[in-house]
Each structure stands twice: as structure tokens, then as C-alpha cells.
T-cell receptor, first 112, second 115 residues
């Protein structure tokens, strides 16, 4: 069974640009959650999607947004990038959102 | 008080010893608890889940949950150098709104197993 796939793995962007990250969940999983991981703040929850609906949202500015498609694949978008957005972005999929969650390899975003 | 707190590290144990990792959480009604292992430069890997009070064993790993004390722990028996990693405790916090898909993580405990 294929795991969670995130693309791209690495990304370098300039301040002010926007970026889109993609996540394909494990087959059959309908819940996709996104997290930001930094050395100083650890793992922080961004948002969760289930059946194309955002059910939960963390404390991040509106520059961070996401969506989910009918095949459960999800994308997150960050607009007007800031240096502080440099982080490892992780997505996790689970069957229904309150069960075991499995992480993808992550996308390492560097903003210069 | 942080919602999920782990015992401060780093933790160093000799090969073959038992490593004990601890975690406390603030929400009395939380129902789902997880331990993840994260190697440097890699993403978190789920190693244990536990939902009810008591012990759950899987190979060399044992998770222990005490909801009354709001405490969850992970024991690693016969520790190996390959167990050296950061261990993250994660809780599905219910208080304060919907918990769907939201895991709240502790800050992690760095474990080093030396030969």
C-alpha cells in the first residue's frame, strides 16, 4: 500500500512569492491534515480537510490556505511568503481524522 | 501550561537498556494518544497508538496510558543504537472545539542509545 506522497520535496522561493504544496493521502484515507515544523516552534497544526471540507484550522494567518479534491488529494498554498515561513511542511492522512495519522516525507521550504 | 508536555531531554541510555519516555496532557477528555519517532531530517513515523487505560505492547515498545493522571508513556526495551531519534508524543485534544485531524504535539525528547 503506497504511503503519503508530498511534492515537491524541496523548494526555494523569494519573499513575496506564493507557493503551492501537494499531498496525496493513503488510498482510502479521507482526512488530510497539514503541519508546519520549525526548530523553535515544533510541529504546529495548520488545517484539516475531510471530503473536500475544511473541518479544523490552526492559528495561522490567512496567507495560509488549502483545499481538498474529490480524490482526497490536498494542496496548501502560502501567499506573500515571508522569511519566517521557512519550515518543513508535513501532511498527514488518516481514515477519518481521529484515528492513526501517517505523515508524508514533507516539503522543505526555504524563503530567501 | 502547555497542552502536551514531554520529559525534558536529551535522554541517553546504553544499548540493551530500557528507555522511558513520558508525556502529560492538559485535556481530561482526550481520547487518542500517539507516539511518533522522527529521525534527523526525516518526517515523523507512527510507532504506537493507544486509546484506553492500561498497557499496549508492540514488539519492543510498550505504551502506557493513565487518563486519571493525564499521563502517557512509552517504554523501549532492549534499546538499540537505531532507536536514537526524537520521540514525539501527540494527543487528539478535544477541549476548545473540534479535534478532527488535529494532533497537538509535545516538544519531543531526543533519545540517544550508545553502544
Amino acid at each position: 500500500k503506497a504511503g503519503v506522497t508530498q511534492t515537491p520535496r524541496y523548494l526555494i522561493k523569494t519573499r513575496g512569492q506564493q507557493v503551492t504544496l501537494s499531498c496525496s493521502p493513503i488510498s482510502g484515507h479521507r482526512s488530510v491534515s497539514w503541519y508546519q515544523q520549525t526548530p523553535g516552534q515544533g510541529l504546529q497544526f495548520l488545517f484539516e480537510y475531510f471530503s473536500e471540507t475544511q473541518r479544523n484550522k490552526g492559528n495561522f494567518p490567512g496567507r495560509f490556505s488549502g483545499r481538498q479534491f474529490s480524490n482526497s488529494r490536498s494542496e496548501m498554498n502560502v501567499s506573500t511568503l515571508e522569511l519566517g515561513d521557512s519550515a518543513l511542511y508535513l501532511c498527514a492522512s488518516s481514515f477519518r481524522g481521529d484515528t492513526e495519522a501517517f505523515f508524508g516525507q514533507g516539503t522543505r521550504l526555504t524563503v530567501v | 501550561q502547555k497542552e502536551v508536555e514531554q520529559n525534558s531531554g536529551p535522554l541517553s541510555v546504553p544499548e540493551g537498556a530500557i528507555a522511558s519516555l513520558n508525556c502529560t496532557y492538559s485535556d481530561r477528555v482526550s481520547q487518542s494518544f500517539f507516539w511518533y519517532r522522527q529521525y534527523s531530517g526525516k518526517s515523523p513515523e507512527l510507532i504506537m497508538s493507544i486509546y484506553s487505560n492500561g498497557d499496549k505492547e508492540d514488539g519492543r515498545f510498550t505504551a502506557q496510558l493513565n487518563k486519571a493522571s493525564q499521563y502517557v508513556s512509552l517504554l523501549i526495551r532492549d534499546s538499540q543504537p537505531s532507536d536514537s531519534a526524537t520521540y514525539l508524543c501527540a494527543v487528539n485534544i478535544l477541549a476548545g472545539g473540534t479535534s478532527y485531524g488535529k494532533l497537538t504535539f509535545g516538544q519531543g525528547t531526543i533519545l540517544t542509545v550508545h553502544p
